[in-house]
């Protein structure tokens, strides 16, 4: 337990491969960690680095390759699908794109009362209309105006409200948050990330919260677990990841944060170089090294451990003296 909170999700060594013509794709590769009810934690890293992979397999949208997801104290890697189904109440996720994650041929009403059909729950048709009015309510929807219309006539923030009424509808514990504000203007951005904080503490869930944002992830997220080409390259809480970055990987990253202040003479943006290596079958280094400024032989050779360097700040680096210097 966390500070009296019991873990919701934990994973073990979680890995995802996928099958290409030149061999198994790495896309994650031994990811574990602890995630306690009520909290959120911010999965972070350029594209391509398994962050929507990660989130997927741990619902269960796709196979894990090896390792363990247990759930509220059950392990569900191999659960039935009998078992999922009803799994799925309490696990649901925000899709990324709301335009592409909605049904075009519904209408508001038949998207957000869809898991209710599904499902087989609120047989009174009265009964169903006035819960989805309830969630339209919720996420900051009129239902008055919207709920007999269509995804194409409404606007990129209405789009993704609905999306999230649809995720809450079956009140589950845990959701999934892919990437849901990247493909809204900023301004919505602000309105939708205030939104699923103010629900999280309303209705006591509990997120994974992907993105490519790090200001987002700071703003919304307790921990941040970083990840690179499908390995996690550091942890720590929020906080602690910023003041004190570890891994030059993250040091990149948060290096590359936009200033809005024009008269700021801070440190210059660390630009990488080299090349992102293959995740095909990659060999066993550091997966960082062909790009990393401060790589040396060892980290051309070995794999780093990820290991616990102070209090609840995990990183995988060879050169971890090097990089808190």
Not at 180 to 190: G, H, K, N, Y
Request: net charge neutral.
């Amino acid at each position: 337990m966390s500070n009296g909170k019991n873990v919701l999700l934990e994973v073990q060594n979680l890995k995802k491969y996928f099958d290409t013509p030149r061999g198994p794709l790495h896309a994650v590769d031994d990811i574990s960690f602890k995630l306690f009810e009520g909290e959120t934690l911010g999965v972070v890293g350029e594209s391509g680095c398994g962050k929507s992979t990660l989130g997927r397999t741990i619902l269960r949208l796709i196979p894990s390759t090896a390792g363990k997801i247990i759930f509220n104290g059950t392990d569900i890697t191999h659960i039935r699908r009998k078992d999922l189904r009803e799994l799925r109440k309490q696990m649901q996720i925000i899709f990324q794109d709301p335009f592409a994650s909605l049904d075009p041929k519904m209408s508001v009403f038949q998207i957000i009362n869809e898991p209710f059909k599904i499902h087989k729950l609120y047989k009174d048709k009265q009964e169903r209309f006035n819960r989805v009015t309830e969630l339209m309510e919720i996420v900051g929807l009129d239902p008055h105006y919207i709920i007999n219309t269509y995804p194409h006539e409404l606007d990129g923030g209405r789009r993704q409200r609905i999306g999230v009424a649809r995720a809450l509808a079956l009140n589950p514990k845990f959701i999934v948050c892919d990437e849901p504000v990247s493909a809204l203007d900023v301004s919505i951005q602000a309105q939708i990330l205030n939104l699923m904080m103010d629900l999280k503490d309303e209705l006591d869930l509990t997120y994974i919260f992907i993105t490519h944002n790090l200001s987002v992830a700071k703003h919304i997220s307790d921990d941040i677990l970083v990840m690179y080409m499908g390995k996690m390259v550091e942890k720590a809480s929020s906080d602690r990841l910023f003041e004190n970055p570890l891994h030059p990987y993250t040091k990149a990253l948060l290096s590359a944060i936009p200033i809005p202040d024009a008269s700021y003479k801070g440190k210059e943006a660390e630009v990488l170089q080299g090349e992102v290596t293959s995740p095909v079958m990659p060999s066993e280094n550091c997966r960082f090294s062909p790009r990393c400024p401060l790589a040396r032989e060892e980290c051309f050779s070995a794999s780093p451990e990820f290991v616990e360097v102070e209090d609840k700040h995990y990183v995988a680096c060879h050169l971890i003296k090097k990089c808190n210097n």
